[in-house]
């Protein structure tokens, strides 16, 4: 089996999947980057029994990590369970894709898994945000190549600022309000937050399409709040929850086929 680990800035995502390619299992755990190497396969252990699993099935593994001392922890990890190097994705080594920026080495590994998997999953030109820590808005021209892309403050990371600043406004649910128009407080707050959010990926890819010359580009929403933004637009052809997932295993899949 294959396990592909995402560590963001918050939360980190992992991933089992079988030999065809399909996700067995899916945990999430907060990101917390003082983890050693041991307190990481104790975790991996704990969640492995909890589900009836045996980690011993794991014969392969990849990360993608944006919390460099979390990369180099989770290396050390999996090389000794494992007993040979894991896939460490990088923007600054092959991968399958062509980076088509000045300096490729700058682009975060997740939003190359991000670009992969919406390539292989629906073709190109494909635009994909991800509501994460920050959102990330990744794009894939009709020739297959990352171009780039967009980078804004995340939906949580916002409403976070602005309840620790605004003494008067306390915390709400992050959901779609009904409408734009706030009839109260937390109406107001919501149709800020999550309506602005869409409102933001709907200005931005726009804008996007229009410098592309591509108008009917597939958009892909992932990431924790997706389905949350998605209740408040029209934007997204799909929602696609484990997108970065699915993407290290096909950058895996890519380097093995080259072996």
Known sequence: MFLAIDVGNTQSTLGLFDEGGSLVRGWRMATDATDTSDMLHSRLWGYFGKDGLSLADVSDAGVASVVPALERAWRRCLETHLGHDPLVVSAGHPCGMEVAMPSPRQVGSDRIANAIAARTTYGAPVIVVD???????????????????????????????????????????????????????????????????????????????????????????????????????????????????????EIWLWERSRA
Do not use: C, W
């Open 131 to 249: 509501f994460g820590t920050a959102t990330n808005i990744d794009v894939v021209d009709a020739e297959g190549r990352y171009r780039g892309g967009a980078i804004s403050p995340g939906l949580m990371l916002s409403a976070g600022a602005l309840f620790s600043r605004a003494a008067k406004l306390a915390s709400i649910p992050i959901e779609a309000p009904d409408h734009a128009l706030g009839d109260s407080t937390e109406a107001a707050l919501q149709s800020g937050l999550v309506i602005g959010a869409a409102a933001q990926a709907e200005g931005l890819v726009a804008r996007i399409k229009a410098e592309l010359g591509e108008p009917d580009a597939t958009v892909v929403g992932t990431g924790g709040l997706a389905r949350t933004v998605a209740r408040a637009t029209e934007l997204f052809d799909a929602i696609d929850p484990d997108l970065t997932l699915r993407g290290i295993r």
